[in-house]
């Protein structure tokens, strides 16, 4: 029997500790780290805290207006005179007198007036040209059974003889027709005006002949 030295034998004893030990123990696996899930933490933010955001505003750059003399900070400003006269404006038309004359009798109550009446009519029942007025109203009742009937007109130079003429020569047969029946028209008849006012006539048959003629000398002046 072989005697074996100590040092070879404390060799062999440190290698089976040492296999041992590898043997025993396992591989350690690594610890995974835990991962806590963290709530998510949303800070509320309050409506005061809120930064309020202004509309850019891009201001102009002002500009300065030049610095006046002395002499011309103490002188006023003139007004700048415009480039066009405005154009005087036209005078509004004189109101035919003649117009004036009717429209104020016709104010009244009167009879259905005929409106077809021309020249030619004018002539073949007054025996009046036309060509000697320079303006007429004319007016003749529509039913053959009233007498009212009115002429106003504005003459022509030199001519008012000849129209006069011609109403009194209309009165005069006026009178031998009404004269047959209707005693109260033939009285509207014989009560007729005839006036004249420079070269304004008037011929009228009517109730309100003493008004007519009033109205005729206020308007015809």
Do not use: H
């Not at 005087?88 to 007036?113: G, M, N």
């Amino acid at each position: 029997m072989k005697k074996i030295s100590l040092p070879a034998l404390a060799l062999t004893g440190a290698m089976v500790l040492t296999l041992a030990a590898c043997g025993s123990k396992e591989p350690q696996a690594t610890p995974t780290p835990e991962v806590t899930n963290t709530p998510e933490v949303v800070e509320s933010v309050m409506p005061s805290e809120t930064p309020e955001v202004s509309p850019e505003v891009s201001e102009s750059p002002e500009v300065s207006a030049p610095e006046e003399s002395g002499d011309a900070q103490d002188k006023p400003a003139e007004t700048q005179k415009p480039s066009e006269e405005p154009a005087p404006s036209e005078a509004p038309a004189a109101e035919s007198k003649v117009q004036a004359v009717w429209d104020a009798i016709a104010t009244r109550e009167l009879p259905f007036f005929d409106d077809s009446l021309d020249d030619q009519v004018l002539a073949d029942f007054y025996g009046v040209d036309a060509a000697d007025l320079v303006e007429y109203v004319w007016k003749m009742p529509f039913m053959n059974t009233q007498a009212t009937e009115f002429f106003i007109a504005q003459v022509q130079p030199g001519k008012l003889d000849t129209v006069k003429a011609a109403l009194e020569a209309r009165q005069v047969l006026l009178e031998e027709q009404w004269s047959q029946y209707l005693p109260d028209q033939l009285e509207l008849v014989k009560n007729y005006k005839l006036v004249t006012n420079g070269d304004y006539i008037m011929f009228a048959v009517t109730e309100y002949a003493d008004e007519v003629v009033e109205e005729f000398n206020t308007y015809t002046k």
